[in-house]
């Protein structure tokens, strides 16, 4: 045996396990869900069978879907920008020679340390009718008892602020760790020139953290369609689907109706979604970005 | 190789390992998954019982798992009878009956029952458990942690109200009246005190069950397959809940938590609650009041549905280990242990036998009010279960939510789930 065919037995030997995890784990389900919803659900007595589109004409028609789809949009649009922009306006504080500094960064990032159901059982009694905390604030300043997360109006809204508070923290440690890559000359040399602060974010700053936007944004477009452990302590997609999220509903359709071949069209469409997203994500705003 | 076979394959060496282990050690091993739905220390509970049943059947290994929520838990024993090694005994919901008859994953336990002796224990039963168990003229489940609806109150709030603390509403009517003097409102409009609540998020249909209940309407027919959302004896119980809000405003507007609803009872936020009996150990150790349980207050009738956890056998075991599962299932429902699992966690014994045990006779002595779910159960009816159970529980509970939280009048609200239910069901007529 050559010793050009000896190296590529070893790369590709090394490469095995981590590849056959992935394929075990990741590319093949993927690929068997993509199979599965062209097939009908099997039953004990009525083994699965190629439908063809069936389960995506039920989709259309599906009224609970659309309305998951409209809420996780709300919910991305809730959740993306200001995440986002809470998570840099932290950093650049925290960021800056402040007393204390340590611990207020420790603080802003607890919430992404903590597991996502027990948070949502502490934001379920923040929430709660009455004496929650929520209440008991309004209440002080005089203002109207209000059912959070069991009015249509505003259970939405409540399930988006938990996400926001979690994920800020998590994506401020990214916008840390790139401010202080920015070299110290440049700040100094906008300091000679005169630039206000704003400027100096505007012109300096915020260009060079483009990268990291581009990352944090993937992430928080794939968390917004990800996240949703929270809705199964807080409303379990009530009153009436107003929190239904996409990822929340093919969990009730694949495990609790068992409707495993509807599941599998519905996570296709979530996959399609998100790799559509990326496509234009890595395709336009990558090119806009600019890289040291 | 397409996926079944791999399944096939991962189940074939699973199961070839699970049979070595018996012929070498001589004795039947039986898995046992087991939710926790209420507080208290069930997990040591249920080790207790598995250990005893040990020591006096010494060729059985019970090995309980607790397998999370009771959707966690039928999750994981679908998810292992799909893939091949289900555990042999469950417990799981009395309402999962036809998704598990459905899915091919139970056996009924009619042909265990031999003797007189096993048929004597199976009619030992209380009738209205045994709804939710038996389809088809066969007996698919056997009750072990049943519960039921009942109104619980503040006697302390009734007595400052100016009501006779020792007595609950008794009609529709009343505890519409003893809800409107319950409930305080400050001058500014804002409600400190409501007078009555009724839990309405996650599973609003079992709370309304109730309601439907008491006004002569039956959800659903036996065999599973029509539902009668659209009865107007069910418009006319939802209109009475969304009215308690809307237009008396005696019940929170909007979704009433079913999780902190015990806990606004204790903070006297709420004067009576509806919620299941498997709440009383909970009540009873929290409320820093004099409180009183009651059976649900009549409509055209009393009523409230079961509630509740049944075991089912596993079809997937071998008939070695079935039949340990059923005499395990038999000695844990003797009336001694029944007592002693509902003095413990506050469920319903299962049969009117356990009321007559010193055990029990000692535990209601001290606490009569554990009395009053067995004194609903001659006017209780199965809880609501069909075919592809939750898929048709959820066009239920999305129309009741949408009327209480009144994006929608109750008569259209009940037709739209009538119309969702007939589409899915309709297949399995």
Redesign the interface.
């Known amino acids: 045996m050559t010793n050009r065919a000896t190296a590529t037995i070893h790369g590709w030997l090394l490469l095995l396990p981590a590849m056959a995890c992935l394929a075990l784990f990741t590319h093949w389900p993927a690929v068997?869900s993509f199979i599965d919803s062209f097939m009908s659900t099997p039953?004990?007595?009525r083994p699965a069978r190629f439908v063809g589109l069936d389960n995506y004409e039920q989709m259309l028609a599906d009224p609970?879907f659309w309305k998951a789809m409209a809420n996780n949009l709300w919910f991305a649009m809730g959740t993306i920008p200001a995440s986002i922009a809470l998570a840099l306006l932290m950093a650049v504080w925290v960021n800056d020679r402040i007393a204390g500094r340590t611990l207020v960064r420790m603080a802003y990032f607890t919430p992404t340390i903590l597991p996502m159901i027990a948070v949502a059982n502490i934001w379920?009694?923040f929430f709660?009718?009455?004496?929650g905390l929520l209440e008991q604030i309004v209440?002080a300043f005089?203002g109207?008892?209000t059912?959070w997360?069991?009015?249509?109006d505003t259970a939405l809204y409540a399930v988006t602020i938990v996400a926001i508070w979690k994920e800020a923290g998590f994506f401020m440690i990214f916008y840390l760790a790139a401010l202080q890559a920015i070299p110290p000359s440049l700040g100094e040399a906008a300091a000679i020139e005169g630039a206000s602060r704003w400027t100096f974010f505007r012109r300096v700053q915020f260009p060079l953290l483009m990268p990291t936007t581009l990352f944090v944004l993937i992430n928080a477009v794939i968390n917004a369609f990800r996240m949703v452990d929270h809705i199964f302590v807080m409303?379990?997609g009530?009153?009436?689907?107003?929190t239904t999220l996409l990822l929340f509903y093919i969990y009730?359709v694949g495990?609790?109706?068992?409707?495993t071949a509807y599941a599998a069209a519905l996570t296709c469409v979530l996959l399609a979604l998100l790799a559509l997203v990326a496509f234009v994500q890595y395709g336009w705003l990558e090119r806009r970005t600019h890289y040291q | 190789m397409d996926r079944r076979e791999f399944l096939g394959g991962t189940a074939a060496i699973a199961g070839s390992l699970a049979m070595a282990r018996p012929a070498l050690a001589q004795s039947a091993e039986l898995s046992f998954f087991y939710p926790v739905a209420v507080g208290g220390p069930i997990t040591k509970l249920i080790d207790a019982y598995a250990a005893g049943f040990e020591k006096e059947n010494p060729g059985i290994k019970v090995k309980p798992i607790y397998a999370g929520t009771y959707q966690e838990t039928i999750v994981k024993a679908l998810t292992a009878h799909k893939s091949g090694t289900p555990p042999v005994l469950s417990v799981l919901l009395s309402t999962d009956m036809f998704t598990l008859i459905d899915e091919e994953a139970i056996v009924p336990f009619d042909p265990f029952i031999k003797t007189e002796d096993d048929k004597k224990w199976l009619s030992s039963f209380f009738p209205g458990f045994m709804e939710n168990s038996q389809t088809g003229g066969k007996t698919w489940g056997i009750p072990f942690q049943r519960s039921t609806v009942v109104l619980y109150w503040n006697k302390e709030l009734f007595k400052e109200a100016g009501l006779d603390p020792e007595k609950p509403p008794k009609t529709w009517a009343e505890q519409l009246e003893f809800a409107q003097k319950l409930t305080k409102r400050d001058a500014a409009g804002n409600t400190s005190q409501w007078g009555i609540q009724i839990p309405s998020s996650g599973f609003p249909y079992w709370l309304f069950q109730g309601l439907t209940t008491q006004a002569g309407a039956i959800l659903a027919n036996a065999a599973g397959d029509k539902t009668d959302y659209a009865n107007p004896g069910v418009v006319e119980a939802l209109q009475y809940w969304v009215d308690l809000a809307q237009k008396h405003k005696v019940h929170p507007p909007g979704i009433v938590e079913w999780g902190t609803t015990p806990r606004d009872f204790f903070e006297k936020k709420v004067a009576m609650m509806w919620t299941t009996t498997g709440n009383l150990t909970n009540v009873r150790a929290n409320a820093k009041f004099p409180f009183g349980v009651a059976v649900l207050p009549a409509g055209k009738k009393p009523g409230s549905p079961t509630g509740g956890g049944n075991f089912y056998l596993s079809k997937k075991a071998s008939p070695a280990e079935q039949e340990a599962a059923f005499k395990f299932v038999r000695w844990i429902t003797t009336p001694e242990r029944a007592a002693q699992w509902s003095a413990d966690t506050g469920y319903v014994a299962v049969t009117p036998a356990a009321y007559e045990t010193e055990a029990m006779k000692k535990y209601v002595a001290d606490f009569p009010q554990a009395l009053v779910a067995r004194d609903q159960l001659p006017t209780a009816v199965a809880e609501l279960s069909t075919h592809e159970n939750q898929r048709v529980t959820k066009a239920l509970n999305d129309g009741l939510q949408a009327a209480l939280t009144g994006t929608k009048q109750p008569g259209p609200a009940m037709a739209d789930a009538q119309a969702e239910a007939e589409r899915i069901l309709k297949s399995y007529r």
């Open positions: 068997a039953r004990a007595r609970i379920l009694f709660t009718p009455q004496y209440g005089g109207r008892s059912n997360l069991g009015s249509q409303t379990r009530g009153p009436d689907n107003a009730q495990f609790g109706f068992w409707d």
